[in-house]
């Protein structure tokens, strides 16, 4: 049974009205309910966790043995020991890294700063300790003038 407006005493602008309303309140109630309120019990400890930058437990090391090997210089050349960029990496430690990765750098691009961070990286890795005196010994090579590395290294640390 369909009841006009007139008949129940409302005018079609008194109509118009609550129907509006209707659609306002459904509105509301449909803005509500996608609103998601957090709360928390009283005494409830929040915690929020940041992200944070990585740490990078090698840096000082790096900086140190880029110091000894080459004074900081990235274009650094030793053509006594064919040794390249600022970590001065040589021929056979560039191809023995490319046959452990896969990679295929050439020689020059250790004098990229980035690359030549990579190859000390994956070597200290390797070691597989945080102890600086040992990846600095190895990064040099083997035997008694390691300690004498080391200790130029240690100077700068």
């Known amino acids: 049974m369909v009841v006009s407006a007139n008949r129940l005493g409302m005018t079609e602008k008194t109509g ?8 306002f309140k ?41 110091m000894v090997e080459s004074s900081g210089d990235t274009m650094a050349y030793n053509l006594e020991e064919e040794a390249y960029g600022a970590f001065q990496i040589r021929p056979i430690r560039l191809l023995d890294y490319n046959q452990r990765t896969g990679k295929n750098y050439k020689i020059e691009d250790c004098y990229n700063y980035k690359t030549s961070r990579e190859i000390f990286l994956y070597y200290a890795v390797l070691n597989g300790s945080l102890d600086y005196q040992s990846i600095a010994r190895n990064w040099n090579g083997s035997g008694k003038m390691t300690l004498v590395y080391w200790e130029k290294v240690l100077a700068h640390l």
Request: aromatic letters at 18%; charged letters at 10%; one cysteine or more.
């Open 26 to 66: 459904f509105f509301l109630i449909i803005c509500f309910l996608m609103i998601e309120l957090k709360a928390a019990a009283p005494g409830t400890i929040t915690t929020f966790i940041f992200v944070s930058q990585p740490i990078e437990a090698y840096n000082r090391l790096i900086n140190a043995v880029v």
């Open 16 to 23: 118009f009205r609550l129907w509006i309303l209707s659609w």
